[in-house]
């Protein structure tokens, strides 16, 4: 039964950080691709960050320098330090895991398995 845990959002002023955690229990967290997915109402999903088994990691432009993602593999969690954030990254922020092979991490069909998310505000 695999089940991924978002926490850390929150409402936040322009300019400020955040810090989303993702505990995930999964048995393949250690070679799992592991992504932050984000979601505003109405709109597409779009893929935030991602990170693979051996830590490399992939941003979406509009995040890069300002967004970074890591994972604690003896803790089976994923975060998402987030600063100078912009009310356009308001959104439902979703951790995701993708087990499957022959998909890359950047990818978002990579990903097979999803949280329930946690609302990032920025105003």
């Known amino acids: 039964h695999v089940q991924l845990v978002e926490s850390g959002g929150g409402s936040v002023q322009a300019g400020g950080s955040l810090r989303l955690s993702c505990a995930a229990r999964?048995?393949?967290?250690?070679?799992?691709?592991m992504g932050w997915i984000r979601q505003v109402s109405g709109q597409e999903r779009e893929g935030v960050a991602s990170?693979?088994?051996?830590?490399?990691?992939s941003y979406v432009d509009s995040v890069k320098g300002r967004f970074t993602v890591s994972r604690d593999n003896g803790m089976n969690s994923v975060y998402l330090q987030m600063d100078r954030l912009k009310p356009e990254n308001t959104a439902m922020y979703y951790c995701?895991?993708?087990?499957?092979?022959?998909?890359?991490?950047?990818?978002?069909?990579?990903?097979?398995?999803w949280g329930q998310g946690t609302q990032v505000t920025v105003s």
């Open positions: 995701a895991a993708g087990t499957r092979a022959g998909f890359q991490c950047e990818w978002l069909n990579a990903y097979n398995f």
């Open positions: 999964i048995g393949t967290f250690r070679s799992a691709c």
């Open positions: 990170i693979d088994a051996d830590g490399e990691t």
